[in-house]
């Protein structure tokens, strides 16, 4: 990295930064999900708005140049942890039946209901299935801010959330995995092999089963207060195992996010879970909303015409249709609650860093047009802000539930 460069980085971050938390200010002021204001942020002081109009020495103040990206993926990697941190390895198998078919439904009704309704649109079947492998995708992170922000982390249909995301994700990314790889074969679509179809999906689960294993097995032995005595020893080594886990899960095809979510599982129930909890949720606060400032900084909206904006509503109204149905009413029957099963489809409608990934492979390998593209930017960004609103509506409606419940138990005890 050039000092030009390294400049451009650290000054993107302190003005994303500083604008996340003076609208988390503003939002906590406006009983606003804390996370909205963080993504707003983004999108106003981003290079594509206010950061663009401010230029020093010929170059826009605010720049996303891959630098701000890592750090973005980064702050991913640390919320996942987190998330993990909030789940043992037994709840996770407990709610194994519900979240696997959550989380399967999650990608196959948005997959298969996308790959229909684009091409009725006009798209030929490989501009169809990229699109639909884009609407499969769920940003768990979005949800876990807003559950943590409502103290309702903890809650059933919390649990189902996170198990079903990190199931969607593993999917989303083996679905991403096979159609690049139809992309790349000389017989495209037509040369599709459903055999080989079903071995990579199922290499892909087997992956993340073998790494949970390993970081459930091995990780509680290696983090242990016997052997790190130096202080910052225990942090450091947790430190280091989440993002390993991280990297090893990316090499094998898989998200990092979900190395990062195995190990924080794997710690979740040792002696030292107090200690990592309470240093990770420290850096959570700096990494968190520098991660949503950059996903919002990454939308563009100044080539957005009519056409872009009809074929976003489309894609728009499919990514929280599918979502509501295909997470929604199976996490019903499975919590045996109307209420909690609706959190659960919509805690699952944001879009976020991996459909952003499927956006960029599409335009780098030729199959999605830059419209196209802006398209799927634009549904990731209404989804990631739709998602707190309507988790925190619906959250307000249990609450003001139960003080009236209250109050009625209060009048009934005064007669």
């Known amino acids: ?28 002021r406006l009983k606003l999900p804390i996370v909205l204001g963080e993504l707003l942020a983004g999108i106003i002081i981003g290079p594509f708005a206010l950061g663009g109009l401010f230029v020093i020495d010929g170059k826009q103040l605010v720049q996303i140049n891959d630098e701000i990206k890592i750090l973005g993926e980064i702050g991913a990697i640390i919320i996942l942890f987190m998330a993990g941190l909030e789940m043992t390895p037994k709840e996770f198998l407990k709610g194994g039946k519900a ?23 006009g798209f030929d079947a490989l501009q169809s299935m990229m ?17 943590s922000e409502f103290g309702k982390i903890k809650t059933p249909e919390a649990r189902l959330i996170i198990g079903a995301a990190v199931i969607d994700d593993i999917l989303a990314i083996a679905v991403l995995s096979v159609v690049t790889t139809i992309a790349s074969s000389d017989g495209g679509v037509s040369d599709i092999d459903i055999t080989e179809v079903t071995i990579t999906i ?41 993002f390993g886990a991280s990297a090893v899960a990316g090499l094998i095809g898989l998200s990092p996010i979900v190395g990062a979510f195995a190990v924080g599982m794997a710690l979740s129930t040792t002696k030292v879970f ?4 309470s240093y990770i949720g420290k850096i959570g606060l700096i990494f ?6 950059i996903i919002g900084a990454q939308v563009d909206l100044r080539a957005v015409d ?10 728009i109204v499919i990514a929280i249709v599918t979502k509501l149905f295909g997470c929604g009413l199976p996490a019903m029957l499975f919590l045996k609650s109307k209420q909690q099963g609706m959190r659960v489809g919509i805690g699952m409608i944001s879009r976020g860093e991996v459909g952003l990934i499927v956006a960029g492979v599409g335009v780098t390998t030729g199959i999605l047009t830059s419209d196209v593209y802006s398209t799927i930017v634009i549904m990731v960004a209404v989804t990631s802000i739709i998602t707190p609103i309507w988790l925190k509506m619906e959250y307000r409606k249990e609450q003001k539930s139960d003080n009236n419940k209250s109050n009625k138990t209060l009048e009934q005890k005064s007669e």
């Open 1 to 28: 990295m050039s000092e030009t460069q390294f400049i451009e980085t650290i000054i993107g971050v302190g003005i994303l930064l500083f604008a996340a938390k003076l609208m988390a200010e503003l939002f906590l």
């Open 99 to 121: 979240s696997f078919t959550v989380g399967t439904l999650g990608v196959v009704v948005p997959f298969f209901a996308g790959l229909i309704i684009f091409q009725m649109y």
């Open 131 to 147: 699109i639909a492998t884009a609407l499969t995708a769920t940003s768990i992170a979005i949800s876990i801010q807003v559950l």
């Open 202 to 242: 199922l290499k892909v689960l087997g992956f993340f089963l073998i790494m949970l294993v390993v970081a459930i097995v091995v990780i509680p032995k290696i983090i242990t207060p016997r052997l790190w005595k130096a202080k910052g020893s225990v942090e450091g080594i947790a430190t280091a195992s989440f």
């Open 274 to 277: 107090e200690k990592i909890e």
């Open 288 to 293: 968190a909303p520098l991660f949503f400032a």
């Open 306 to 315: 009519l056409n872009i904006l009809i074929l976003s509503g489309v894609t």
